[in-house]
């Protein structure tokens, strides 16, 4: 193998300590949460600051786990999430086929409106689905953030449709050849050939929902109901913060996301070289 010019070597050298550099910079925030998680409250404001807890209060995470609800909250977060992403791989992959394999009338400008949407800040539509949730009596109720966020999400269907467009059609012919339905075609050909890109947009939605304050701020009112975001907001008082315990829950919260992250990050690296979009 012909070795690399010195000058190659030197740009390469330098593209990955300016990576590294800017990595390094976008996880500093994380790094001072975590940090100051072990901190008192004197120790969050010494000036000039220290990154280092001294000494160091690890029973914080303890006293945020135990001042609210917290094992409540990571239940609700937990199956209203993975409901969520269950029923959201099951409707944009149909979705996703119809529009990539079934010819029906204004296919394209269905298609092309349904992306529109994804132009729409979600702050305009919640006054209207504010009361529609009032007016079917889902207020109050887990079926509030459940529903709307499983039944559509045009991120979802676009990136399935773009999988689904690069599978051999003469696949499906030879199945249909053979007396295969349309569902049959889409549940045992078409849906174990989307494995990497369901798993991308899977967890895609994971980080989504687990994260999602907006929503559950909306619609639940009863505390036994909250959501994770939701308990992690409530360490921030009116006059005064307990800095240090609101890291703490703050640290709590962040462990699925990056359990999630790390165990699936092939598949995130996959939807975003092939989409282009990170959510």
């Not at 998680?37 to 120790?43: E, G, L, T, V």
């Not at 990136?159 to 075609?185: C, H, N, Y």
Request: glycine fraction near 4%.
């Amino acid at each position: 193998m012909a070795r690399p010019r010195p000058a190659a070597l030197v740009w390469r050298v330098a593209l990955h300590l300016f990576l590294a550099t800017g990595a390094l910079l976008m996880a500093l925030p994380f790094i001072w949460m975590v940090l100051s998680s072990f901190k008192d409250i004197s120790q969050v404001f010494v000036v000039p600051p220290t990154w280092w807890p001294s000494p160091a209060h690890p029973e914080n995470l303890a006293n945020a786990w135990n001042a609210l609800p917290f094992a409540r909250a990571y239940l609700n977060s937990a199956y209203i999430t993975v409901t969520i992403v269950v029923m959201q791989l099951l409707t944009c992959a149909m979705a996703a086929y119809a529009f990539a394999r079934i010819r029906f009338p204004f296919r394209g400008g269905l298609f092309v409106l349904f992306l529109a949407t994804l132009m729409v800040p979600s702050q305009l539509t919640v006054i209207p689905l504010y009361l529609i949730m009032k007016w079917i009596g889902w207020l109050d109720t887990h079926w509030a953030i459940i529903v709307p966020a499983a039944l559509f999400n045009a991120f979802g269907v676009f990136m399935l449709r773009q999988f689904i467009k690069g599978i051999p059609v003469a696949l499906e012919e030879a199945a249909i050849v053979d007396g295969a339905s349309r569902w049959t075609v889409f549940w045992h050909i078409v849906l174990p050939l989307l494995r990497a890109p369901l798993a991308a947009l899977g967890i895609f939605s994971f980080l989504a929902q687990w994260n999602n304050f907006f929503g559950p701020l909306i619609f639940l009112s009863t505390p036994e109901k909250f959501t994770v975001p939701l308990l992690v907001a409530q360490f921030k008082g009116q006059y005064t913060t307990d800095f240090p315990l609101m890291m703490a829950a703050a640290s709590i919260a962040v462990v699925p996301v990056l359990v999630v992250f790390v165990l699936g990050q092939r598949y995130i690296v996959e939807g975003i070289a092939l989409t282009g979009v990170t959510r």
